[in-house]
């Protein structure tokens, strides 16, 4: 079933509180990133007064709040940071009532974006609820987001988009597609496929539309024999499109950018790629870097497609590469290469696996047992490490993560 949300009150906070009292909000463990500071060297740290507003509780008379008109004050709390104002949600119902007040999120929807984040999906002991936990680059501070409100189903994650998560799961009869947004705390179960099996999906949020698409391609062993299916929430169905051309795939790592979607073949060589819009699939021949060991594709900004893998032998020195693909030539151009000493501590063995994932030209390596990441930012060509997003244990998922309230699940 539906999570439904509170029903919109346009309100506002504006009764003053009988005393002010220094307490830890519910509802969010909010772990400060003293010790995570030195890990953001290309991220400017905020001033003493900015920390001061953002980690601590800081009184206000008020009569300040009382004065202040309805629409100021949503204007005002839109370009809060998203997760500060997820901690207001327990305070009071008028608090919890703003987040979902159209004027609020109208207000939200022309604020920027919050930055890059990180969100980590994992397990712990059996039979306990899974976690989230999301890195906030730019206030240097984790929160754990709370979990229960989604079904307690085996889940894995699919991907984010948009303000949006994705989950692939089992119920103990089928296979279910979750979408939810963290911060409203809403979710949905998407209807079953026409072909309903265990398939590799992505998630694709249209703004413009808002709306949201989720695309199944082959199943996760390779299948091709199963039709490409896409999930559209303003018509709440799945319509079943051309079926991908025999291609024996080198990856199942797909990258999603310019309503097109990517997987990797080596037969035929190049990539498969399919249209969203037309419903078919088309082969494009960019033959692969020489000596190329391992390769992930990774989605920019707009139309911007990257290949980031290792070259060399097994056996002998290895470096990792970024390419993008120059769609008039179909050739994949070097655009950088990660710097020795960041190879060698991310890598600490030359048959050492990796994973990276990407969004906005941003990409993020981990590796296995590690205990940071490494970020690297495409447009200002800088490399950074990142404490604590690693996936050190073998049942934790992380992706890029975009923090809105006004993303809807519908």
């Known amino acids: 079933m539906d999570a439904a949300a509170p029903a919109a009150r346009s309100t506002s906070p504006s009764r003053p509180p009988k005393a002010i009292r220094s307490t830890k909000p519910r509802g969010l463990d909010e772990e400060t990133a003293a010790r995570a500071a030195a890990t953001f060297p290309s991220i400017k740290a905020p001033s003493a007064a900015a920390a001061a507003l953002l980690h601590a509780d800081v009184p206000m008379d008020a009569r300040v709040w009382a004065a202040l008109p309805d629409d100021l004050l949503l204007e005002v709390l839109a370009r809060v940071p998203p997760f500060l104002l997820f901690r207001l949600r327990p305070v009071s119902r008028r608090w919890k009532s703003i987040l979902h007040d159209p004027a609020f999120l109208a207000?939200?929807?022309?604020?920027?974006?919050?930055?890059?984040?990180?969100?980590?999906?994992?397990?712990?002991?059996?039979?306990?609820?899974?976690?989230?936990?999301?890195?906030?680059?730019?206030?240097?501070?984790?929160?754990?987001?709370?979990?229960?409100?989604?079904?307690?189903?085996?889940?894995?994650?699919?991907?984010?988009?948009?303000?949006?998560?994705c989950f692939s799961g089992f119920d103990g009869a089928g296979f279910r597609t979750?979408?939810?947004?963290?911060?409203?705390?809403?979710?949905?179960?998407?209807?079953?496929?026409?072909?309903?099996?265990?398939?590799?999906?992505?998630?694709?949020?249209?703004?413009?539309?808002?709306?949201?698409?989720?695309?199944?391609?082959?199943?996760?062993?390779?299948?091709?024999?199963?039709?490409?299916?896409?999930?559209?929430?303003?018509?709440?169905?799945?319509?079943?499109?051309?079926?991908?051309?025999?291609?024996?795939?080198?990856?199942s790592k797909m990258a999603f950018?310019?309503?097109?979607?990517?997987?990797?073949?080596?037969?035929?060589?190049?990539?498969?790629?399919?249209?969203?819009?037309?419903?078919?699939?088309?082969?494009?021949?960019?033959?692969?870097?020489?000596?190329?060991l391992d390769g992930y594709l990774v989605a920019g900004a707009r139309t911007r497609l990257f290949l980031v893998g290792r070259i060399g032998l097994y056996s002998t020195l290895q470096s990792m590469r970024i390419w993008e693909l120059d769609h008039g030539r179909t050739v994949w151009v070097e655009i950088s290469r990660m710097p020795p000493k960041y190879f060698r501590a991310l890598l600490r063995l030359s048959a050492e696996r990796f994973e990276c994932f990407g969004q906005d030209n941003l990409i993020c390596f981990t590796s296995w047992n590690q205990g940071k990441g490494l970020l690297y930012d495409v447009d200002k060509k800088a490399w950074s490490w990142i404490a604590g997003c690693a996936s050190q244990l073998c049942n934790s998922q992380i992706c890029f993560y975009e923090p809105r309230f006004d993303t809807s699940i519908y």
């Open 107 to 165: 207000a939200h929807t022309g604020v920027p974006s919050h930055g890059p984040c990180l969100l980590t999906f994992w397990r712990g002991a059996a039979h306990s609820l899974p976690q989230f936990s999301v890195l906030s680059l730019p206030l240097r501070a984790r929160y754990k987001l709370p979990f229960g409100f989604l079904p307690a189903w085996d889940l894995w994650l699919v991907g984010s988009s948009g303000g949006l998560v």
């Open 178 to 251: 979750v979408v939810c947004n963290p911060l409203t705390q809403t979710w949905r179960v998407l209807p079953d496929m026409h072909y309903n099996q265990q398939r590799q999906l992505v998630l694709a949020v249209d703004k413009k539309r808002r709306s949201f698409k989720v695309i199944a391609a082959s199943d996760v062993y390779g299948d091709k024999t199963l039709p490409t299916e896409v999930y559209d929430s303003k018509e709440n169905k799945w319509s079943v499109h051309q079926m991908m051309p025999a291609a024996n795939l080198c990856s």
């Open 257 to 292: 950018c310019d309503s097109r979607l990517y997987l990797e073949t080596l037969s035929p060589l190049g990539l498969m790629m399919y249209r969203v819009d037309a419903g078919n699939w088309e082969h494009i021949p960019a033959k692969f870097p020489r000596s190329l």
